[in-house]
């Protein structure tokens, strides 16, 4: 991964659009895709970047889980789900295996 990916973490709100800029309205743009899907259900957030929609869907009561290939970016996702609402416990780790960062956040 080049380092300049990494660096993207610290400024990523100035390239997402507005209403995807928090938990609430991110997971609100994918409701068509998850009407079908029953609270705990499993669901994997790719190239997360600063986890607005992982955290999203953990507060919606799925069991949510996150990656992304820079570090820094799945630490702001830890972090914003730490801060959050009712907030439980995120943990995150490296998977040499697919070489991406993960992070895994519950609804307490």
């Known amino acids: 991964m080049p380092e300049a990916y990494g660096t993207l973490a610290e400024v990523y709100e100035f390239l997402v659009p507005e209403p995807l800029l928090d938990p609430a309205g ?3 743009a994918f409701d068509m895709a998850l009407g079908d899907l029953r609270p705990g259900a499993r669901v994997l957030d790719c190239a997360c970047g600063t986890g607005q929609l992982a955290v999203g869907l953990a507060l ?16 702001r996702t830890t972090e914003l789900r730490a801060a959050g609402p009712a907030p439980a416990p995120a943990t995150s ?4 295996a697919v070489e991406r960062y ?7």
Request: glycine share 4%; charged share 20%; aromatic share 6%.
């Open 60 to 75: 919606r009561g799925f069991a949510a889980s996150a990656s992304d290939a820079s570090a820094a970016m799945v630490e």
């Open 26 to 28: 991110s997971v609100a």
């Open 102 to 108: 993960l992070v895994t956040a519950r609804r307490a």
């Open 93 to 96: 780790t490296y998977d040499p």
